[in-house]
């Protein structure tokens, strides 16, 4: 996530120049909105004077829906259009409002016509978004667009044994690594089970080891037992289209096999927890720019094309069981 981190930097030490818009994307939990506190933080501690805004997308909806029963128009344009930094999070909540988008597109018109910073964050990257207009998509893809993955094992064994520290516990490093391989979704998630574990420690009044960490998460791992794998989706997405699961880490790039590839590479980031690298590896040890353009072109193909809809709503409710 070095990108990210440099880019919001940059945003913080240059605001209204580089990278304007500033579009961070992610799963819940990987610290997008800390990011963007971190900008309008920084940003004020440089100028005070500054306006800065954060909110999260539901509350300009919010006052969207109140200024329009009020017809107080200018009260809205007055709020949002003085701003030298707006940050805003969730912008799919936008999705189906089209008066609310409506508005928002002239408040990013506004804004970047006085070289006012606009931050962002979505749950997906912006071509993504589902039922927002096209012409606000394209605004939000204008700058830079940023992911944030999740943490990789080695970072989440350090997160655990840091975070244990400061609570005043001595987290030994394979137990780190049993909860981290087991927890992988994000940095929230890894705090929940650290704080089970702690909690069972201090209750029991037994040692941290891997039995007694396996018996303070044992609800969670009986769900991430019954969580659909990398692997069944390669093997289910084989047989639906007729190609051999060694096909799917194979360096062939025949037409017949490469859609039937990155279809099982959008239903692994769709499905599962896994991150873009490790999908990557996963299929024949690809890059992760690799998998984010089958994710992109599947999910962009799918609200297109009725056929291949039907065929992931199949082979989704398959894997789904």
Known sequence: NDLARAAAMQVAQNPGTAYNPLFIYGGVGLGKTHLVHAVGNALLKDKPNARVLYLHAEQFI??????????????????YHSLDLLLIDDVQFFAGKERTQ???FNTFEALLAKRAHIIMTSDTYPKGLADIDERL????????????????LEMRVAILIRKAEA??????????FFIAKNVRANVRELEGALRKVLAYSRFSQKDINIVLAREALRDLLSIQNRQISVENIQKTVADFFKIKVADMYSKKRPASIAHPRQVAMYLAKELTKKSLPEI?????????????????K???????????????????QTLKG
Do not use: C, W
Request: net charge negative; no cysteine; charged share 30%.
């Open 62 to 79: 919010s006052d969207v829906v109140k200024n329009y029963q009020r017809k107080t128009f200018d009260e809205l344009k007055a709020k």
């Open 102 to 104: 409506e508005e928002f």
């Open 137 to 152: 998509t394209s605004r939000f893809d204008s700058g830079l667009t940023v992911a944030i993955e999740p943490p990789e």
């Open 167 to 176: 609570d005043g516990a001595q987290m030994p490093e394979d137990v780190a």
């Open 280 to 296: 990557g590896e996963l299929f024949g040890g690809r890059d992760h720019t690799t998998v984010l353009h089958a994710v992109r």
């Open 298 to 316: 599947v999910g962009g193909d799918r609200t297109k094309n009725p056929e291949l809809n039907q065929q992931l709503h199949v082979l989704e």
